[in-house]
């Protein structure tokens, strides 16, 4: 978990960076980095779907769909490639969809499923 969290917090930097600079980055990098975005943001999405019972409704149900906007967009983007209009606002709400995935791990609900650490006597 640890690693994919630091994962998340250096997919920030490098989002807003290439918000920055749209025009010089390859080909090959930016199909990487919108990859490796999409895939950083599927395990929030999976745990939302588990511990969908356990969280405030109107809030997950906004962060799902903006993740599930995010992941589609950034699937196309992967294998449509460059040339992309608006394309350093995507990086913005890329770097944003990162931000929020620690956060949510910061503060997501134990499901009832897991186990729980013994009490002590």
Same mark, same amino acid.
């Given at each position: 978990?640890?690693?994919?969290?630091?994962?998340?917090? *250096?997919?920030?930097?490098?989002?807003?960076? @290439?918000?920055?600079?749209?025009?010089?980055?390859?080909?090959?990098?930016?199909?990487?980095?919108?990859?490796?975005?999409?895939?950083?943001?599927?395990?929030?999405?999976? @745990?939302?779907?588990?511990?969908?019972?356990?969280?405030?409704?109107?809030?997950?149900?906004?962060?799902?769909? *903006?993740?599930?906007? %995010?992941?589609?967009?950034?699937?196309?983007?992967?294998?449509?490639? %460059?040339?992309?209009? %608006?394309?350093?606002?995507?990086?913005?709400?890329?770097?944003?969809?990162?931000?929020?995935?620690?956060? *949510?791990?910061?503060?997501?609900?134990?499901?009832?499923?897991?186990?729980?650490?013994?009490?002590?006597?």
């Amino acid at each position: 978990m640890i690693f994919y969290l630091l994962l998340c917090a *250096f997919m920030v930097p490098v989002n807003l960076w @290439a918000a920055i600079t749209p025009h010089l980055h390859s080909e090959i990098s930016m199909r990487i980095l919108h990859a490796v975005s999409t895939v950083v943001l599927l395990p929030v999405l999976l @745990a939302l779907w588990q511990s969908r019972r356990l969280v405030i409704k109107v809030l997950a149900s906004v962060y799902a769909v *903006f993740l599930v906007v %995010m992941v589609v967009v950034n699937a196309w983007i992967t294998v449509m490639g %460059m040339g992309v209009e %608006m394309g350093w606002l995507d990086h913005i709400f890329l770097a944003v969809a990162a931000v929020s995935v620690i956060p *949510f791990y910061l503060v997501l609900p134990e499901a009832s499923g897991r186990s729980k650490p013994a009490s002590s006597l």
